[in-house]
């Protein structure tokens, strides 16, 4: 009986080739795009999950309410913190310290080699995570020990080659670092990311940072956690404060929890999360859910309103099928395996569609699907039930209800649909629209701001300007002679130093004003420079002077302030005022320069104070201002003087406008998601129109033919059919235009610098995706009700 069912239903696709291909291409274009956000999704969601205590693990964070503060939440906690709480906390099974160490210089034999994402860690940090070390208990037992490396496989063979690399020595920073081990690489989704793993177990000679991890001053240590099962984080947050205010750590700091599975997509706002290095956004995770969903309703009711268009034209079939003795049983089954049969052949499609574009990153999207369905099969069988649901759903309509029509009306010509079975579809295209409608809205919008903030002036200048690192205390030796080399280069227009750049996380100090509340010091932003580094970046001095060596005591006892720094200690003017720095040895500095608001974090954050302390010596960074001319040239010389001078360290630089444009990638890869889908969508919901319109033309072809032949106009039969869709789509934009602002309104809140919603040019996006959508909708009306419209009535009239 399937067999006789399926060979029928293949016999019928071939028969109405013309709604079999709409069918097919509208399936397939809203499952491949279903599959495409679902797997972004699942891929997103999946974060640290692998790990068997993952609904256990917790990291520490810090709520940062001092004064001068605006971004708060931070990723960083006290040093001494994670290990307080695994002593004084019965509640904390485990807990484990890290420290950031990013790009590290390893020499091997002279020979330097870059590790890109290195991290401090303890033996305990392997009991929290589920991490592939070889030999790991041979290997955690000779990591517990100052000065021992473990590296992944892809680090360890970039230095080593096929060479063994256990037991090897590296140096770094001028100290000896033994290879005690290796792993495999995490090829499941993590936000940890890393190639070496270095011993955080000081040495006698590291009095220094013995002290600092054992000590409660300041934020900057990372930390993670393993509560008992059935813990609650909040008791365990309010005896972590605790331990906090009894050693005399600062009460603005309040101790946080953030749970593992958490931290991918929960830290679009945490500054100092050092190594996180593919944040994602929660916010758009569930806007592409919702995108997700919507684009498979409205293939789903394209679906429903092209089947029952379609059956339509099949009654007289069925009513031969009733009077030779089909049971209702036999033509119920029948349309539900053609529907089953349509849909999940187009879920197969997209399944291989989808494959193929993700495994040669043809979409640039971070997964592969064919990867993810490995991983977990459920997925693939979850995609291939959807499609058989969808198809079951979408047959169930027309099935019963032309079985369930006498046979003999049938055969008279009498059928017709019921007025609930018309407002049904009805209501489907007015749902689908009015997802067209919100996706275009949100298009518009969500582009406006990308646009808005890559294109805002950031208050420096990020084209033509290279970033070098020079942070290896091996070329402090060398730098002043590269850097005159490259001073006396006409295509470099001016260099500088700096120990950090625009993008990147800044450092936080703390700074009294002189004459104010000792006991209530500022917390703002920090870095350094030299009296070069303004001209490089293009940034503007609006009162005072930039730092000079000719004054001789700048690097002691000058500061210079940003803007922001200044209304927030609420100056009228700021230069010749002092700030006082430290606790017991108080050192103070007078402002001699106030520097022009400058955008050093996302747009997410409001521009916060700044101290900018003046540093001529080599630092972090060698920033240079060049001719866009000559790009290529300059790069050659740029590389053959640092070969020439540094033959032992490998040429590192950036061009300064595309790092600075990463803190973008999550927002630009968002809209162009969404511009993409939208444009689908449309396309979706116009099949979904001529579905309806072809069902309606068909029930009322008598009616027409009547009109034509009493003297009705072509124009009077093509807007008496359409009126009535112009109202569905003015229905859906009166639906969609609430549902989109109030999304845009609560996307958009998130950006400190943003386009005003309420804005004239904003409102008419509105106005103008409606008129689109209609256009859109009068298009794919227009073939139908043209048609039946010019027909011959004596065809539709030949039965009367």
Known sequence: MLRTFILVALRSFKKNKL????????????????????????????????????????????????LGVSSNEVAITNPRMPQAAEEEIPEVEIASRMLFAGEQRMEKEGIGYYSEHALYVENDFFEIFDLPVHNRDETLEKFNQPHKLILTNVYAKKVFGEEESVGQILTINDQSWEVVGL?????????????????????????????????????????YAVLSEGANEVDVESKMAEIALANDVNDFWIPQLQPLEEIHLG???????????????????????????????????????????????????????????????????????????????????????????????????????????????????????????????AGVYPSFILSSIKSVNILRGKFQTSSKGIWLRKTLVVLQFVAAIGMICTTLIVSKQIDYIKNKHLGFDKDQVININVGS???????????????NYSDIISTGYSNNMPGSTFGR??????????????????????????EVMGMELVAGRNYDPSYGSDQQESIIINEAMMESLGWDEAVGKNLVFGNTEQTTRKVVGVIKDFHFSSMRHKIEP?????????????????????????????????????????????????????????????????????????????????GLSFFMVEQRKKEIGVRKVLGSSVYQIVHLLMREFVILIILANVIAWPIAFYFLKGWIGDFQYRIDLWGIDNLAIYLFAGIGALLVAMIAVSFKSIRAALSNPVNSLRDE
């Not at 205390?473 to 001073?487: I, Q, T, V, Y």
């Not at 927002?667 to 162009?672: C, H």
């Open 473 to 487: 205390p091996g070329l402090a030796d060398g730098m002043e002679n590269f850097k005159e080399s490259l001073d």
């Open 610 to 690: 700044l101290m900018i302390f003046y540093n001529p010596d080599p630092n972090s960074n060698l920033v240079l201002k060049v001719s866009p001319s000559n790009m290529r040239e300059t790069l050659d010389f740029l590389e053959a003087e640092w070969n020439a001078t540094f033959p032992n360290y490998p040429f590192d630089y950036q061009f300064f406008d595309q790092e600075f444009n990463q803190i973008f990638t999550s927002d630009e890869q968002f809209a162009r998601l969404v511009n993409a889908f939208t444009l689908l969508s449309i396309i979706l919901s116009a099949l979904g129109l001529f």
């Open 183 to 223: 792993m495999d690489d995490i090829t499941q989704n993590s936000h940890l990311e890393f190639d070496a793993l270095m011993s955080l177990y000081p040495a006698q000679s590291d009095s220094s940072l013995a002290q600092y991890i054992n000590g409660w001053g300041g934020l900057g240590m990372l930390g």
């Open 267 to 393: 830290s679009a706002g945490l500054l100092f999360d050092y190594y996180h290095q593919n944040k994602g956004d929660q916010v758009y995770v569930y806007a592409l859910s919702g995108v997700a969903i919507f684009i498979l309703l409205i293939a789903a009711f394209n679906f429903v309103n092209l089947t029952t268009a379609q059956s339509t034209t099949r009654a007289k079939e069925v009513g031969i099928r009733k009077v030779v003795g089909s049971s209702k049983a036999l033509l119920i089954g029948q349309h539900m395996i053609e529907s089953i049969l349509m849909a999940t052949i187009a879920m197969v499609i997209s399944l291989l569609l989808v494959s193929t574009l993700t495994s040669n990153d043809s979409l640039g999207l971070s997964f592969d699907l064919l990867t993810l369905m490995s991983n977990d099969p459920v997925l693939l069988v979850g995609f291939l039930l959807l499609g058989f649901i969808i198809g079951a759903l």
């Open 19 to 66: 709604s079999t291909s709409i069918n097919a291409v509208g399936l397939v274009l809203g499952f491949s795009t279903f599959v495409v956000l679902a797997s972004f999704v699942y891929n997103e969601i999946s974060y640290d999950r692998w790990h068997e205590k993952s609904n256990r693990i917790y990291r520490f964070t810090t709520i940062d309410e001092a």
């Open 509 to 534: 100090g703390g700074v009294n004003v002189e004459g104010g509340n000792q006991d209530e010091p500022w917390i703002v932003s920090v870095m350094s420079m030299d009296e070069n580094y303004l």
